[in-house]
């Protein structure tokens, strides 16, 4: 049963649950690569993970919510009143991985 008598289920904010999804799972894997190769210190590794547990975090809301306010059984349609919400998560998501992806290694620089 969604929550708010939605009307249909959107394509945009089944769209932004993916690119959230996808973003984390690039992060996780930058993480573990970085992690592996022990190149590094391990506060920037620290720093990378947290960050991708915050993307992770905001793409497991991002579903949770995607479920909960959208009825299957009826039309899909592009936009609806959670699309908005469905946006801010996805980009949270999207803005914690490329901040943890782009994070360089200060100790190469000395």
Same mark, same amino acid.
């Given at each position: 049963?969604? #929550?708010?008598?939605?009307? =249909?289920?959107? #394509?945009?904010?089944? %769209?932004?649950?993916?690119?959230?999804?996808?973003?984390?799972?690039?992060? $996780? =894997?930058?993480?573990?690569?970085?992690?592996?190769?022990?190149?590094?210190?391990?506060?920037?590794?620290?720093?990378?993970?947290?960050?991708?547990?915050?993307?992770?975090?905001?793409?497991?809301?991002?579903?949770?919510?995607?479920?909960?306010?959208?009825? $299957?059984?009826?039309?899909? =349609?592009?936009?609806?009143?959670?699309?908005? %919400?469905?946006?801010?998560?996805?980009?949270?998501?999207?803005?914690?991985?490329?901040? =943890?992806?782009?994070?360089?290694?200060?100790?190469?620089?000395?």
């Amino acid at each position: 049963m969604p #929550l708010a008598g939605a009307t =249909g289920w959107s #394509l945009v904010n089944l %769209l932004m649950s993916l690119v959230a999804a996808i973003t984390t799972i690039l992060s $996780f =894997g930058i993480y573990l690569r970085r992690k592996s190769s022990k190149t590094g210190s391990s506060s920037k590794a620290n720093l990378l993970l947290a960050l991708s547990l915050g993307s992770a975090a905001a793409t497991v809301v991002s579903i949770i919510l995607f479920f909960l306010t959208q009825s $299957f059984g009826k039309t899909m =349609g592009l936009v609806d009143q959670w699309t908005v %919400l469905h946006v801010v998560i996805a980009a949270i998501a999207v803005v914690l991985s490329i901040v =943890g992806m782009t994070q360089k290694d200060q100790t190469a620089l000395n």
